[in-house]
Nanobody
Framework: QVQLVESGGGLVQAGGSLRLSCVVS????????MGWFRQAPGKEREFVAA????????YYADSVKGRFTISRNNVKNTVYLQMNSLKPEDTAVYYC???????????????????WGQGTQVTVSS
């Protein structure tokens, strides 16, 4: 069973930065497209960013473009989300997700992802 474990969340002031990490178990991480999603209180979970299996292509929601950066290290089985210039509206539980279809393109569609982490809380104070 593939497991995803997020870390790096916390409380930060507006304008600050956080770096989220997601470690993925198993031997096939390097073939997975990976995504980050978030869910704010009372709202549906939404797409944040995604990256292809080799890191060659990245995608971002308009709301985070220019502030967040997704990256990966296939040796460490880890995907990252660097979040800069944080805003109170970025407050949410952040989830990483893996698409187990080998070497497929990354997507913003939640249903395409097969494995999910438990989430890490990010709170941005004004």
């Amino acid at each position: 069973q593939v497991q995803l474990v997020e870390s790096g969340g916390g409380l930060v002031q507006a304008g600050g930065s956080l770096r989220l990490s997601c470690v993925v178990s198993g031997r096939s991480f390097s073939s997975y497209a990976m995504g980050w999603f978030r869910q704010a209180p009372g709202k549906e979970r939404e797409f944040v960013a995604a990256i292809t299996w080799n890191g060659g292509t990245t995608y971002y929601a308009d709301s985070v473009k220019g502030r967040f950066t997704i990256s990966r290290n296939n040796v460490k089985n880890t995907v990252y989300l660097q979040m800069n210039s944080l805003k109170p509206e970025d407050t949410a539980v952040y989830y990483c997700a893996a698409d187990r279809t080998p070497w497929t393109t990354a997507t913003h569609i939640q249903g395409e992802y097969d494995y999910w982490g438990q989430g890490t809380q990010v709170t941005v104070s004004s």
